[in-house]
Structures are given as C-alpha cells and as structure tokens.
C-alpha cells in the first residue's frame, strides 16, 4: 500500500513521470532525467520510492546484476493513500 | 568572552541531538554554532574597511597553518585576530591545523611544543593529543599541562576523530564536563575509524542529562562541502554528531601548489559551490539552471551592493556562512519543540541522503554503546 512521500522526492517524481510515464526506466535513465543528482541523491531518492510503494522493481532481462524501475500509476497510488488514511482515521 | 558554563537544555529522544546552553561574561547563547574562521573574519576586514557590520557570530577561530619554508608554524595573524574577537565579545579558539601526514607522525613532544607556544598569547590553551595516547598517559600529562596555566587560562584539548578507538572514549568521557570545551579534528567521515570515534562522541554526549554541565565540542578542520555525501555542508554533518562549534578547515597558499592556486584565481563563478537552503547541500550554476531554470550563484551576487566591500566569490562563501548557520539553527528550533527531527530532515534532499547513508544506519548501533 503507497504512502506520502516527502517533497524533495515528489519534485523527482513528477519530471520522472513527465519524460516516461509509466515505462520501464533504469538507473541510467533515471541519471539522464535527475541530471542535478549524483549516484547516491538518486539511490536514496530509488530507496524512499520503493519503501513508500510508488515503484515497481524487477531485475533486468539482460543483465540481472541490474533493476528495472517502474512507476507506478498515480492514481492508484492516491487511491491506495486515501485508504490508508481511512484506514487509520478509523483505527 | 569567557565561557562560564555550559549546561544541557534538551535532548531529542530519536535522534539523541542535544541541545546546550552556554553562559558568558556577557551572554549567552545555544551550541550549533558555525565559527568565525580564518576566511570569515578576512570577509569582516573588508567589509570593515568599507564600515559595513561585521557578523552576529560569538565564536571566532584562527587556525594556524604550518609554514613549510621555515619548517614552522605561521603564527602571522594570530595577535590581530585575538583582537578582533576580543573587541567584538567573541569567544576566541585557536588550533593548529596539520596535514594528515603530521598528524600520523605527531609527538607528545610537538604537541606539548606548540602548547608552550601559545601559553602567553591566548586565555584558552590548545593541547593537540597523538593519536595513540592512552588515558593514563593524558592524565598524566594533563596535570602537567595544567599546573604551567594561569588562573584566567584553560586547557583545550584537542582528540582526533582518528584516534586510538580503544581510548578515544575513555578520554572524552573523562574530559566532558570538566573541560568547557573540547577540540575534534575532523575529516570528511570517511573511515570506519572516524565513524566509529563520532558514535561514542554522540553516545557520550547525549547520556548527560539536563540542567547538567557539559562541555562544549567544537570540530575543527572539516571539509566544508563533503562530496562523497552528495556535497552536504561539512557542519551539518558534524552538527548532527555532538558538533556544538563548527570551524572549517582554512586554506593555506603556501602549502597549494601552483596549478592550484592558478585554478583558484581563475575561478568562474559558475564554478563557485553555493549553499542551497532548499536542497540543503552545495550546487553550481548549471545543475540549478537545469533544476531551478535560474542561476541562483549569479543572483545572490547580484543582490550584494559592492558597498559591502566582498567580491563575488566572498560573497558566495558569506551567503553559505549565513544559510548553513540559519539550517543550525532551525535543528536547535526543532529539538526545542520536540518535534519529530528525523522526519523534518527527510523532507531536504541533502539531509536525506545524509540520514540514510550515514546516521540511521549507525542510530541502533549507538544503543548498543549505552556502556558509553
């Protein structure tokens, strides 16, 4: 289930989103796009994604030493948000 | 300004961050200070030929640097910066700041050298320890150290980072509280030593309970951008490892070579690092033109009047000075509140690389050093 994300991250996002949508995207084109980031900017960026559920990670085909990222649709990461606000508030 | 007492005020349950409370002769104000060091308090002689304000600032440090030529310390500016401070109600510290080299190879013999140097020209007496001194053997020394001070003078001692890791926290526990200040010669967080030493220091520095008295910690010497951490400020880094006095390392010309100095003077400022208080870390002008669509290092320059009497690459360093100071002091604003730090620092790009990479990985190992 996603949850919030915080603003540096979300600011990633959305020129992440703008340039691929929801494709398959790796380390280095993520680099290309977050041309403002080094190497561990942008695995802490990868690492808060994927412990907020906003990503899909699999391993590459070609290479398995390799992942393949995915985000995820934006509309069902709100959906998934708004449940678990309503989760809580109703715990 | 002398240092009458320095006391814990708060400390942060999650992030063990404290904060302290210093009382002087003639104030008081909290830790989290970044000093005024060699570079600053040059910008203030400019700026005062031009009778602009020097800097709100109630630390100031000089770090000595070695003069190769004369195989000796450069003791060149030491009188008129104590002046300075002592004119403008500043807490004065000096340090005599070494290559990695003459650090590895330091004596007790230099050290206690340099200590006699400097015995009749400042009130609070550097004494720089070899990395592999033994407590005992501090506090043997210390008593002799001790007894050469005169009653308006105290000891500052100075512990590497990079010291012996079995004595490094015996002596700092024997030492906090008793000394006001004590000195860290500081790097870039890069070895398993220098983490391990900071833990203890943090693990120590937060077991002091409040209304209690502490000493303060002052790192000297560190990089002011650290670039293998996705080029955070050096005192931030520090500041979240019981860093209370923050003074950077000075450069020294005549320990540069001379391509370097020609690539220095040649500098353009789209190669100047610039604080960005929004990303909390350092950037240059064509990542910002590419994030922000606007050269934020340009624009600050722009804003200064020349009537401030800096040029453009002081001005940057100025403006950094400022923002990193105004970044220390929203943690002191949040440990205050009690709100949640580590979620705070989450939301800075800068501070969260930091966290991840550095300070959560070590936070449930400085449980572990509750023996401490």
Same mark, same amino acid.
């Given at each position: ?91 | ?119 009749? *020209? ?67 967080? *890069? ?145 205050? *509140? ?35």
């Amino acid at each position: 289930m996603a949850n919030a994300i915080p603003k540096w991250v979300q600011e990633r996002v959305s020129k992440l989103w703008k340039k691929y949508d929801s494709k398959e995207m790796t380390f280095e084109m993520i680099q290309n796009v977050l041309t403002m980031d080094d190497r561990n900017t942008i695995s802490v960026f990868l690492n808060e994604l994927r412990s907020a559920d906003w990503i899909e990670v699999k391993q590459s085909k070609e290479d398995a030493r390799k992942r393949i990222y995915i985000l995820k649709q934006p509309n069902d990461i709100m959906l998934e948000i708004n449940s678990n606000d309503n989760r809580r508030s109703k715990s | 300004m002398t240092i009458e007492e320095v006391k814990v005020e708060a400390v942060d349950e999650n992030s063990r961050f404290v904060l302290k409370k210093i009382k002087t002769d003639v104030g008081e104000f909290y830790n989290r200070r970044v000093a005024i060091s060699n570079f600053m308090f040059n910008c203030e002689q400019d700026k005062m030929l031009y009778n602009r304000p020097i800097f709100n600032a109630p630390v100031q440090t000089h770090h000595i640097n070695w003069d190769f030529l004369s195989n000796g310390w450069d003791y060149n500016g030491l009188t008129t910066a104590k002046e300075h401070a002592e004119k403008n109600n500043r807490v004065f510290l000096i340090y005599h700041q070494r290559s990695d080299k003459q650090m590895n190879e330091l004596k007790l013999k230099d050290s206690v050298r340099d200590f006699n140097d400097v015995l009749d *020209s400042v009130n609070d007496v550097p004494f720089q320890l070899p990395l592999e001194m033994s407590l005992d053997k501090w506090k043997e020394v210390k008593g002799k150290l001790m007894s050469c001070l005169k009653p308006n003078q105290n000891l500052v001692p100075i512990i590497s980072s990079r010291h012996n890791t079995a004595s490094f926290p015996l002596i700092v526990k024997e030492e906090i509280g008793k000394s006001k200040v004590i000195g860290i010669n500081s790097y870039e967080i *890069s070895t398993p030593v220098e983490i391990t030493n900071l833990s203890f220091l943090t693990a120590i520095n937060s077991k002091i309970k409040i209304n209690q008295e502490t000493s303060l910690f002052i790192n000297f010497g560190y990089s002011r951008i650290i670039r293998r951490l996705s080029s955070i400020a050096g005192s931030f880094a520090f500041s979240c490892f019981a860093g209370d006095i923050l003074s950077e390392r000075a450069y020294n010309p005549k320990t540069m070579s001379r391509d370097v100095i020609k690539h220095m003077m040649n500098r353009k400022p789209t190669e100047y690092s610039y604080y960005d208080e929004i990303e909390k870390k350092f950037n240059k002008s064509l990542p910002q033109m590419e994030w922000y669509g606007a050269d934020l290092t340009k624009e600050t320059m722009g804003k200064v009047s020349v009537a401030e009497g800096l040029n453009g690459y002081q001005v940057i360093k100025c403006v950094s000075h400022f923002l990193q100071q105004r970044d220390l002091d929203l943690i002191n604003s949040l440990i205050i *509140s009690k709100s949640n730090l580590f979620e705070t620092m989450k939301n800075y790009t800068g501070w969260n690389v930091f966290l991840n990479m550095v300070m959560l990985p070590l936070s449930s190992n400085q449980r572990n050093l509750s023996e401490f």
